[in-house]
């Protein structure tokens, strides 16, 4: 069993950034991947990052050199740092964890707002 407990969300402005944090608790060693995945009202929940157990990353192209995924193994925490954010990031951001077998696992989600 693995908890996730996403934080960071808020209000920007276009152009501004913001650190999402997730905190993961419980069975962390066989944690394969943990992604980020985001959903705006109407749409369906979209991939945005993920960052494998070994270390590499991959992103989608909405957000390929604005965001950054990393993980701090000693604090138990993942981040996407977001950087140039436009209106159309807004939305409620999920944190997933993928397990070696196969189970995933998300968190609450954090709202993210890019309004002038």
């Known amino acids: 069993q693995v908890q996730l407990v996403e934080s960071g969300g808020g209000v920007v402005q276009p152009g501004g950034s913001l650190r999402l944090s997730c905190v993961v608790s419980g069975a962390i060693s066989i944690i394969s991947t943990m992604r980020w995945y985001r959903q705006s009202p109407g749409n369906k929940r979209e991939f945005v990052a993920s960052?494998?157990?070994?270390?590499?990353?991959d992103y989608a192209a909405a957000v390929k050199g604005r965001f950054t995924i990393s993980g701090d193994s000693a604090k138990k925490t993942v981040y996407l740092q977001m950087n140039s954010l436009e209106p159309v990031d807004t939305a409620v951001y999920y944190c997933?964890?993928?397990?070696?077998?196969?189970?995933?696992?998300w968190g609450q989600g954090t709202q993210v707002t890019v309004s002038s």
């Open positions: 997933n964890a993928v397990m070696f077998t196969a189970n995933s696992y």
């Open positions: 960052i494998a157990s070994d270390g590499s990353t």
